[in-house]
Each structure stands twice: as C-alpha cells, then as structure tokens.
C-alpha cells in the first residue's frame, strides 16, 4: 500500500474555502506528492467499482508517460460549432485562476490537469452513437498517477465551495487511503466472448470511394479522407480494463488511450502524434501513407521498399508535411523536419514517418496549435476546408472523437495529444470501430477497402475478433 503522510491539503481547503465565500465561487485545491511507483493500469483498474464512467489511461510510444485519472473533479465542455478550442482554453484559465496549487515538483503532468478531446466535425449531424460525449469533453480528475521515466507522482484535486466544512478534509483523505490501498492490486479481467462482426455498408462505402474519385477531375479537392465503422455484438458486457491489457501488450509503440464518460469509453492505440509541447519545445509528426507488415523479414522489407518509392503513397505524405509544416512556422521560430520520410512498422502496418520539431513563439498555446493542426491532411484532405465539407457531405459515419485530437494539458500549459485513429468506441456489450484512408485520383475502392481492412486489425486483436 502506497501511503502519503505529510500533507498540506487541510490547510489548502481551509484557505480554500475562505477565498470561496469571499469570492462566491468555488476553488481548486490540488496536491502533488511522489509516491512509490504504481503500474498505472491497475490504478486505472482498480477504479471499475467506485469510478465507473469517469476514468482516463494515458501512454506514450515510448512507455516513458502514463497518466491514470480516477472521478471528476471538474468538467470543461462545449457543444458550439465555433471556438471551441478557445472556449475550453478560455475555461480552463478561469479554473486555474483562483485555483490553489501544492507541487514542489517540476514535472509535466502533475497538478491540476485536463484530459479529453474535440471532436473531429463539430458541423457534423450528431447521431446518438456519441451521444455520451460533447464536441469538446475535457475531465479534470480527482485523483491522477504520473509516471514519468519510471518516477510516480499522485495529485489529489478537491473543489471547495463557500458551503464546505473542514469535514471536506475529512472524506478527501479517507477516499485517497481507499484509492491508493486499491491501486496496487492486480485487476480480475473479464472475457471478451464476441457474438458478431456487422461491416456498414461497406459497398456503400465502395462505391462512395469510386464517387469522390471520379469527382476529382472538376473539383478544387486533391484528397479526401473517407472512414467506415464496424459494429461488434459481445456476449457479456466488455470491460474496458480487459481491452486495454490487450492494447498495452500488442501495441507498445502506439498512444494508448481510454477516455470513459457517462458509461462509454473511447479507447484506442495510435501511432499518430498530432502535438506535444513541453516547455518551449514543440513536437509534431506527419503520418501518411501506408502499406501491410510482410509474414517474413524479407517480405517485410520488400514491402516497406515499395512504400518507400511509391508516388501515389509519397505524394499523399508530402501533402502532411507541407500542411504540418506551415503550420508550426506560423507559431515557432525554428522548425525542423528531415527531407525525406522514414518507416514507422507498427505490428500489422507501415507508415511513411517524418517528424518535426518546433521552438515555440512565446504566447502560442498547446490548444491554438492543436486547432491550427487538426485535422490534417491525412484524417480530412485537401484543400483543408473543402475535405471536411464534403465528408460531411458524404460520408455516413458519425465519426465522433474518432480522427480528432485527444490528449491532456497541466496548469502550466504542456501537454500532448494524438490523433485518435486504430480506435474504438465501447457500450455496453457492443462496440465500434473505426478506419479510414486517403482517396486520391487513382484510388481503387477495393485496394482501400482493404487497407481500412488492415487499419481495424489492432483494435479488432484487442476485442477478441479477427478479420482476414
């Protein structure tokens, strides 16, 4: 049991409570402590029971970052069509204006932080399949695990409100020792008995690919970024827990994320960075172009070599590096990117990789960048605005925060977010997921049908299905 003696937060709620009659408006306490170290799935785990529908996971490719977050403390959200990035940055100001923080520490990711996501059209027609999730959802948790290069710190955040006692303390410590005593234990997963597969009209789809293709030609668009859900029908109902395990066991060099809200969780592992900012430090990646991993090394290699020098695959990944790159010139002072893309080999597919990293221009926030990138070239199309009109035009899916940026933000303004691609979407005892490619005018709707084919593969491993 990991335990935590010297403490600040009775004197932070005191205080805080005062300046919330004062100020007739609650306030945030928050409290940092290094612990010993955690596995940051079971504390993920260990809050099914009592934390049911507000938890969130976080990894990095590298396994270097974990977040866990367990109930809500506070709740940033927006249903508007416009500035939805700024109103929840606008928010989150305001919360962090009066808040209270404890935390000698020097770390990302600790204190006061935020974890969510936008989604990706916001002038999307809403279909009841997102119906748990706003435009814009961000928690803040009452208890969260960092684990940074393998050292664990544990925030705790209380709000306090000008009707609040001292016995606030009280039940805040009490919850904490049962959160902690929990944390450790290892979970009891549950199976995963999956009953049937249904694809969404895929000729549909199909023959929405053939359409945009043969539209191309008297049309401003270069590329248009069509997706197709699959629906998965379970036995029992699928924890999320169960899915993640399998997630963080197949997919290490993925962004494995799971964000619950009202029941659901939206989970995935995605290869695709869309920004990180630590500090002045600016991190971005472009990722397009794509092609299966080979049954043996040479096959593999084989493979990768014809990605490497295909002109359909190296002009759909010129369009990312272009868009990405304007975009950090607008907000740093130094950008760097290497001329040519490498591979990036995930356990069923190949990307073209080419990373860029930035010098943040002082005043630039983590959300404006994440507004300015989303959605690139590689989840809409081009010319940016025209993509997105006519896949809200076409295309049947309610893509929800599936192909948007999902990440977190400290008080401080560092953060990461990914695009929310190799993801599914849990209820209860059935599941979604989501895959999508680019149609460029020499796409052949079969070929791409059969690259979302590949594209669902880590998700479909992950929930107990196969697809050939």
Known sequence: MVAIQETELRQGILDAIERAKGQSQSVLVSEVHKIDRIDPF???????????????????????????????????QSDQGADRFFHVEKEWKRFMGTALVFNKHNVNGTGPSMFGGFTFDPLKKKTSLWSKFSEALFHI?????????????????VICTQHD??????????????????AGQKPALGRLDLKDIIEIDPEAWKQTVTDVVNGFENSELKKVVLA??????????VQSESVLANLLENQHKSFTFAFESNGDCFIG???????????????????????????????????????????????EHQYVVD??????????????????PVLMKMKYIQHLYTPVIGRNREGTSLLHLVNRLHPT????????????????????????????????????GNGEFAVAIRSGLIQGNEASLFAGCGIVADSNAESEYKETSIKFRPMLTALGGKIT
Request: glycine share 8%; with cysteine; proline share 4%.
């Open 377 to 412: 070239p590689a989840l809409g199309g081009l010319p940016k605005q025209a993509a997105i009109v006519k896949i809200r035009e076409i295309e049947q899916l309610d893509r929800g925060l599936y192909a948007a940026p999902v990440g977190w933000m400290d008080y401080q």
């Open 323 to 340: 868009m990405i790159k304007g975009a950090m010139e607008e907000t740093c002072d130094e950008v760097i990117l290497p001329e040519q």
């Open 269 to 315: 592992a995605s290869p695709e960075r869309l920004v990180k900012k630590d500090g002045a430090s600016l991190f971005s990646a472009c990722l397009a172009g794509s092609i299966a991993r080979g049954i043996t090394p040479d096959e593999d290699e084989s493979l990768g070599e014809e990605l490497l020098t295909d002109e359909k695959n190296l002009i």
């Open 141 to 157: 948790p009452k208890y969260m695990l960092t684990i940074v290069k393998g050292e664990a710190y544990f925030t705790t955040n």
């Open 165 to 182: 006692d001292m016995s606030l303390f009280d039940k805040v410590t009490r919850e904490r020792e049962e959160v902690l005593s929990n």
């Open 42 to 76: 079971y504390f993920f785990a260990s809050g099914r029971e009592k934390f049911f529908g507000e938890r969130f996971f976080w990894k990095d490719p590298e396994g270097e970052d974990f977040l866990a977050g367990l109930g809500i403390c506070g709740q940033i």
């Open 228 to 237: 197709r859900e699959l629906r998965l029908h379970f036995t029992d109902e």
